[in-house]
């Protein structure tokens, strides 16, 4: 006995409100339009597997008269058959890694225990700094910049008079 499942890929039958169908589909599932709505925003969601053939038609019936479009696919024929090959080729995952096929990659080697990885690094020579016209402070002095402290002068008023 054939077993059958109902796919639906998010397309509409011709002739079809979009906004019509998902209130049907609603109303058909008996759910919220959350679940609905993940319906169409996947590429194609099985809706129904383990169906023979006559069951299988009446789904598909009834999804058409809600305007959804879904296809109806015998799961044992589509079923590939699985073949073993001990000859076989290793190829490029995609076809980015397929155009660096031509490419030699280097023949890294695995060090011993122990073995340093890294280069040796190199002598370190001190730099000859001229520091003769810097000075130190003594412990405890303010560090701050003094501020330069001038007396304003107040102009003789004394010859004005109030009156």
């Not at 058959?81 to 080729?89: Q, S």
């Not at 007396?151 to 003789?156: E, K, N, Q």
């Amino acid at each position: 006995m054939s077993s059958y499942e109902i796919v639906f890929s998010g397309q509409l039958q011709a002739g079809f409100d979009a906004q019509q169908v998902r209130a049907n589909l609603c109303q058909l599932f008996k759910t919220d339009a959350a679940r609905i709505e993940r319906l169409f925003s996947a590429h194609s969601t099985v809706l129904k597997k383990g169906l023979d053939q006559a069951s299988a038609e009446k789904y598909r019936a009834a999804l058409q008269r809600a305007g959804a479009l879904v296809e109806v696919i015998n799961t044992e024929a589509a079923a590939p058959e699985l073949t073993r090959h001990n000859n076989a080729a290793i190829t490029a995952r995609d076809n980015y890694m397929a155009a660096f096929s031509h490419i030699d990659a280097p023949d890294f080697a695995i060090a011993a225990p122990g073995s340093p990885m890294q280069d040796k690094p190199k002598e370190w020579v001190p730099v000859d700094v001229d520091l003769s016209q810097l000075s130190l402070a003594p412990v405890g002095s303010d560090m701050a910049q003094l501020k330069d402290e001038t007396v304003a002068t107040v102009p003789d008023i004394s010859h004005l008079a109030l009156q």
